[in-house]
C-alpha cells in the first residue's frame, strides 16, 4: 500500500521555524521525485519545493526561495521541508505528494499524495 505521511505542523508566530517530515512507503523511493505543496484558504494548490530522490537535486518556489530548504533521508525514505523565517502568508495545509515524471510545481505530476498536515503563522 502506497502511503505519504507528513508530520510536523502546528502553530508558530512569524518569524519562526518548523520542520515538516514525509514518511513513505509502498513505492521505490528512489524512483520517484517528491513534492511539497501548499493550500491556503480559498487558494488553489501550489508547488512550494521539490527534490528529486535519485540525485538530491532541488527546486524551490520563489515565495520560499531562501527561507525553506527540502532535503531527502532516502535510508529513511522521507523528505524533510526545513521552514525558516515564516511568515502568516506561509498558512496553509502543506502535502507532500510523489511524482514518476520528475520534479514539478504541477500538482497534475504527481500520482501519490499525503493527507497533509496544517501550518498556522501568526502574526
Known amino acids: 500500500e502506497v502511503q505519504l505521511v507528513e508530520s510536523g505542523g502546528g502553530l508558530v508566530q512569524a518569524g519562526g521555524s518548523l520542520r515538516l517530515s514525509c514518511a513513505a512507503s509502498?513505492?521505490?523511493?528512489?524512483?520517484?521525485?517528491i513534492g511539497w505543496f501548499r493550500q491556503a484558504p480559498g487558494k488553489e494548490r501550489v508547488g512550494v519545493s521539490c527534490?528529486?530522490?535519485?540525485?538530491?537535486?532541488?527546486y524551490y518556489a520563489d515565495s520560499v526561495k531562501g527561507r525553506f530548504t527540502i532535503s531527502s533521508d532516502n535510508a529513511k525514505n522521507t523528505i524533510y521541508l526545513q521552514m525558516n523565517n515564516l511568515t502568516p502568508e506561509d498558512t496553509a495545509v502543506y502535502y507532500c505528494a510523489a511524482s514518476t515524471l520528475g520534479p514539478s510545481f504541477y500538482d497534475s505530476a504527481y500520482n501519490f499524495w499525503g493527507q497533509g498536515t496544517q501550518i498556522t503563522v501568526s502574526s
Open positions: 509502498g513505492f521505490p523511493f528512489e524512483d520517484y521525485a
Open positions: 527534490i528529486r530522490s535519485s540525485d538530491g537535486r532541488t
